[in-house]
């Protein structure tokens, strides 16, 4: 008995899915490996995936070194007497060393004037160092977490080992880095957590406690508004327009759906105007309040919706005596939650990641949004540290890939039975 043909095909419908789903996953697992990577890691050439950390032996304890750089000739190192580099360890090619009875003498290039030029100094000599010999760095999680000049070393190969092993330390540097205030980046991190003694303030805003927690409260408070705003006004605008017969419905609903097609920044200059004339610039209020509206696809997706729903029941309750109202929340609503739990998780989406309108309407840093706060933390460092600004994005992207997962059979079930009939 040959088999079912659409039991044979049904490997070949679910190839393009799996395909699509792991294009998809691609970026997300590089975010999360970047963010577990060291700084010198990221961004190297070839890209590498998994994190590797350098250890040295000095002295009697393994130390947390940077990627060992290949010294390439006979060098020294020598402590110089004199000049610029006075009192710090230098390392120079041996040919530029003299050596003498006591002291010898380092020719190093001297910047003078507009011209470089070379000259002489004592130096102390520390190390010698053979050309096949490495250069390593102390590590640190983050540049600024240690003042001064990491301290180096010289070591042969042998003595520097590699691990694969995740730097978990990003994640709360970035945190500290998105919170600690500017003064006080140059100090160790345990300092800095003993002297900050939370909460911490805000380089732009001295004396106010603004902390990583006042993004995700001010992002948390602009979705879950933004979510009851828009489950309530949508589903009560899409119950109008599939449950209630009145003359024009249909020329309304193609109109509000036509909406969809007017881009947000050709909006930006008129509802800035509009927010300013009512003083809610530099509040949340223009991020949730909008929502309270209704949406036109959400709009368009209930209504699909709702046309599913047998009217039997919603004329069997009128018999009852049950008022509209009562139709559409005792009987509409309960029944329609999967494509209410489908809204709420698109616009909690939209809400969360929503960079655009915050940057628009928020002016004051204690009501920035998550994603206001990393590009806060970018901008004021300019050369950002990629695996902190990692970190960040992955606690940023962590729970709407938990929200999703723990929503899934519902947003399906929403998704697939949505439009079915109508």
Known sequence: MSANPLR????????????????????????????????????SIPPQWLPRMHYARIGSEDVAVTKPVAVGVDSVVVVPQSGPDKGKKVLAEARHYAPGPGEGMLTQPVQQSDAIVTVKVPARLVQRVPADWVRVEQWSV???????????????????????????????????????????????????????????????????????????VNTLVVAVLGVIGTVLSSSLVAYGLSRIPWRGRRVLFWLTVSTMMIPFPVLM??????????GWIGTLLPLWVPACFGGAFNIFLLRQF????????????????????????????????PALAVVALFHFLYAWNDFLAPLIFLTRPETYTIALGLQQYQSQHGGSEWHLLMAASALLVL???????????????GIATTGTKG
């Open 142 to 216: 983050s540049k600024y977490v240690k003042a001064g000049q990491p301290e180096w070393y010289c070591l042969p190969p042998e003595a520097v080992r590699s691990a694969t092993e995740p730097v978990w330390r990003n994640y709360p540097e970035a945190v500290r880095a998105l919170t600690a205030e500017e003064k006080d980046k140059a100090l160790p991190l345990g300092k800095l957590l003993a002297k900050s003694r939370l909460p911490w303030t805000h380089p732009r805003a001295p004396g106010r406690t603004i902390t990583f927690l006042t993004y995700v």
């Open 306 to 337: 709702f046309m599913t729903i047998p009217r039997e029941l919603s004329e069997a309750a009128r018999v009852d005596g049950c008022s509209e109202f009562g139709i559409y929340w005792r009987i509409v609503l309960p029944l329609a939650k």
């Open 399 to 413: 729970p709407i890939v938990v929200l999703f997962f723990l929503t899934q059979r519902t947003f399906i079930q």
């Open 269 to 278: 200059v008129p509802l800035y105007s509009v927010f300013r004339a009512l």
């Open 8 to 43: 044979r095909s049904r490997w070949y419908c679910h190839l393009p899915l799996i395909v699509l789903s792991v294009v998809f996953a691609v970026p997300f697992a590089w975010l999360t490996c970047s963010s577990l990577q060291p700084r010198e890691q990221v961004g």
